[in-house]
């Protein structure tokens, strides 16, 4: 999980300590350039993935797993806002931590 990183020197590193024939799987966004070295890439026969986001099949895989009560979601703290709180919720949104979420919904303000 790449984060949001905005220095991307741990990325680099975590490539060049793959083995002839590695794979590194990046998910998120970064805030700077990567400066991937082709070159090394090549002769070393890397290989970069990348993802931005989730597919539909992921997201049903998680709902399921919920749903069955195999993975709890107790942990995570919501804050949730009425959708004409809108600027306020991407607000907070942008100061998440560990494990928050925001989430606005038409009706009433029901922050946990």
Excluded: C
């Amino acid at each position: 999980m790449v984060g949001q990183a905005s220095d991307p020197n741990a990325t680099l590193a975590t490539l060049k300590s793959l083995r002839r024939g590695g794979r590194l799987v990046l998910m998120g966004s970064m805030q700077t350039p990567l400066p991937v070295p082709y070159g090394e890439m090549l002769r070393n026969n890397w290989e970069l993935i990348r993802h931005f986001i989730y597919s539909q099949a992921d997201y049903l895989a998680l709902v399921s797993l919920v749903r069955s009560g195999l993975l709890s979601l107790d942990a995570v703290e919501v804050m949730t806002f009425p959708f004409m709180e809108l600027e306020a919720a991407i607000d907070r949104a942008g100061q998440m931590e560990g494990l928050q979420s925001t989430v606005t919904v038409f009706g009433e303000n029901k922050n946990t």
